[in-house]
């Protein structure tokens, strides 16, 4: 079957301008997780979702990102006013059962967004 | 910020030789995950151990949990240049479904 699919796989922007990157999970998992990851460092949690709820977005830098997961499937990563600093491979993945269940969280190939 | 700390950042080695890595942690977990990343991009998941068990296997993979030291290991044997990869621990502790990962190790097999 599918596995979770990123959109777009590389996404260049300039300073100051806005960005969404999509996610598509495994089809019926119920917990999906937004992670960024810098060069040469291993991924930070961003925000998880339980279905359509944000459960856990303590990672978030800022109030320039937001994530949303209207119908509990797919989610939108959204940042404004980027800045270079925000420059990562942005990985997203999904568990089938409830967060917690100690599940294999299943990655997609991340989006690389690089900020001029 | 990142609690697992890999050991060591780079390894070296032959084909056929085994590879040992090392993950230290610091907080109490619920369970503690390896996975690997090709060319920096998807993870693919390896293994999982709970915080109750201290040994498990996975065809050439084997992985220890030490609780009270709050580490793990890693041991690939017989390698092959395809593993040729990132290696990341991860633990599930702080909060359900949070993962958080240690910096990797770069494994790297020659043929």
């Known amino acids: 079957g599918a596995g979770v699919s990123q959109t777009p796989s590389n996404k260049v922007t300039e300073k100051g301008k806005y960005v969404e990157l999509r996610c598509d999970p495994i089809s019926g998992h119920t917990a999906l997780y937004w992670y960024r990851q810098s060069l040469g460092q291993g991924p930070e949690f961003l925000i998880y979702?339980?279905?359509?709820?944000?459960?856990?977005d303590s990672g978030l830098p800022n109030d320039r990102f937001f994530a949303v997961r209207p119908e509990g499937s797919v989610s939108t990563l959204k940042i404004q006013r980027t800045e270079r600093g925000d420059s990562a491979v942005y990985l997203c993945?999904?568990?089938?059962?409830?967060?917690?269940?100690?599940?294999?969280?299943?990655f997609g190939p991340g989006t690389r967004l690089t900020v001029l | 910020s990142q609690q697992g700390e890999e050991d060591p950042q780079a390894l070296s080695i032959q084909e056929g030789e085994n590879a040992t890595m090392n993950c230290s942690y610091k907080t109490s977990i619920n369970n503690l995950q390896w996975y690997r990343q090709n060319s920096g991009r998807g993870l693919v998941h390896l293994i999982l151990?709970?915080?109750?068990?201290r040994e498990k296997h996975s065809g050439r993979l084997r992985v220890t949990l030490d609780t009270s030291k709050k580490s793990s290991s890693l041991l690939i044997t017989a390698s092959r240049a395809a593993d040729t990869a990132s290696y990341f621990c991860?633990?599930?502790?702080?909060?359900?479904?949070?993962?958080?990962f240690g910096q990797g190790t770069i494994l790297t097999v020659h043929p």
């Open positions: 979702f339980q279905g359509t709820g944000a459960a856990d």
């Open positions: 151990i709970r915080s109750n068990e």
């Open positions: 991860a633990t599930d502790g702080t909060s359900y479904g949070k993962l958080t």
């Open positions: 993945a999904s568990t089938p059962g409830l967060a917690g269940d100690g599940d294999t969280q299943y």
